[in-house]
């Protein structure tokens, strides 16, 4: 498995930007699909985004199209989350998370290693 760690994390504006950063351990970055959640307070961990690990792919929750990006570099052995057009409801711990294979899923039981979260509060 993968060690995971995001940074990147903090406090902004409405409207305002962020990009998350989560570093992947290990020499097989490549072959894991990688994908963003989060959770806010009293709610379940949800699906964000997620990219194929050729990174030919990518999917996005219907809250976050047209706003959010993800990304990734096989090279750095890292997969970002540029967000734009920040929203108070975006306001979550945001968790990046790995599973050996090809294609993307959407469910958090699936994943096979998790980071530790980063806080993103969105003012209004």
Avoid at 81 to 100: F, G, H, I, W
Wanted: hydrophobic share 40%.
């Amino acid at each position: 498995q993968v060690q995971l760690v995001e940074s990147g994390g903090g406090l902004v504006q409405a409207g305002g930007s962020l990009t998350l950063s989560c570093a992947a351990s290990g020499r097989t970055f490549s072959a894991y699909a990688m994908a963003w959640f989060r959770q806010a307070p009293g709610k379940e961990r949800e699906f964000v985004a997620g990219i194929w690990r050729s990174a030919s792919s990518a999917y996005y929750a219907d809250s976050v199209k047209g706003r959010f990006t993800i990304s990734r570099d096989n090279a750095k052995n890292t997969v970002y989350l540029q967000m734009n057009s920040l929203k108070p409801e975006d306001t979550a711990v945001y968790y990046c998370a790995a599973r050996r294979g090809l294609g993307v899923v959407s469910a958090p039981s699936l994943m096979d290693s998790w980071g530790q979260g980063t806080q993103v509060t969105v003012s209004s």
